[in-house]
């Protein structure tokens, strides 16, 4: 079975300074992983995914993670927080070859960032 | 186009109305599916539709039926439902048969039953 766990219900980071969104994850074999943002009311929006290859992957609105299969981690970062990126991130995962079965979310982490 | 469009926005209704919730998607993805989510917490799957073929029913109650009457349009029809239900429903879309692809979703609809 696959999960994905995220240890941080909340993070607070001050505007300008580098922000991490924590994901470790559990899946037999090299998994797809993804990373979603979530505003208030909002649907989710894909920010970037890992498949293979290169183990930092560059995403949208200036994120970027970093697979690390040792630790079991696909951790979200930003080098320079923005107020607008306070919102709801969820990483997900699928295990290759699984077709279009869904993603499974982890719980979901609150990130505010201070102005 | 890269848009997953979700009808009503918002919709309040009584617990013994029907009412249905819809899905269009433009992207030529054969796959698709509804979740609900509640406050905080990530999505729950309820659906999941493969060429038009419901593939996967997590278990939901009878009150929510699906429905794809083709491969760009999915909806959710309600009936007797309770507060508990209360919720962001949100639709999404892939391609099918290949994990490593991406979910597209709708911004949703939040359904309050009163």
């Known amino acids: ?12 980071v001050a505007e300008g300074n580098p922000l ?15 990373w979603y943002v979530q ?22 609105y200036g994120f970027e993670a970093e697979f690390n299969k040792s630790q079991t981690s696909f951790h979200l970062k930003k080098p320079s927080a923005l107020v607008s990126d306070s919102a709801l991130y969820f990483c997900a995962v699928r295990a290759p070859d699984s077709g279009n079965t869904p993603l499974v979310f982890g719980k979901g982490t609150r990130l505010s960032v201070i102005a | 186009d ?5 009808t009503p926005k918002h ?29 905080k917490k990530p999505p729950e799957l309820m659906f999941v539709y493969s060429y038009e073929k419901l593939s996967i029913n997590e278990s939901v ?22 507060p508990e239900d209360s919720a962001l429903y949100l639709c999404a879309s892939s ?9 597209f979703f709708g911004q ?5 039953v009163v």
């Open chain 2, 61 to 82: 109650p009878s009150r929510f039926s699906p429905e794809c009457p083709n491969s760009s349009l999915l909806n959710l029809h309600l009936h007797a439902l309770q």
């Open chain 2, 95 to 103: 391609q099918v048969g290949q994990s490593r692809n991406e979910a």
């Open chain 2, 108 to 112: 949703g609809t939040r359904l309050t």
């Open chain 2, 11 to 39: 919709l309040v209704m009584g617990m013994t109305n029907k009412k249905s919730l819809k899905c269009e998607q433009h992207m030529g993805h054969r796959a698709m599916y509804w979740y609900k989510q509640k406050a």
């Open chain 2, 2 to 6: 890269t848009e997953v469009t979700q």
């Open chain 1, 1 to 12: 079975a696959q999960s994905v766990a995220q240890p941080e219900d909340q993070v607070n």
């Open chain 1, 39 to 60: 505003y208030p009311n909002r649907g989710l929006q894909f920010l970037l995914k890992y498949i293979t290859g290169d183990n930092l992957v560059k995403g949208s």
């Open chain 1, 20 to 34: 991490t969104v924590k994901c470790t994850y559990s899946v037999s074999g090299n998994p797809y992983l993804f």
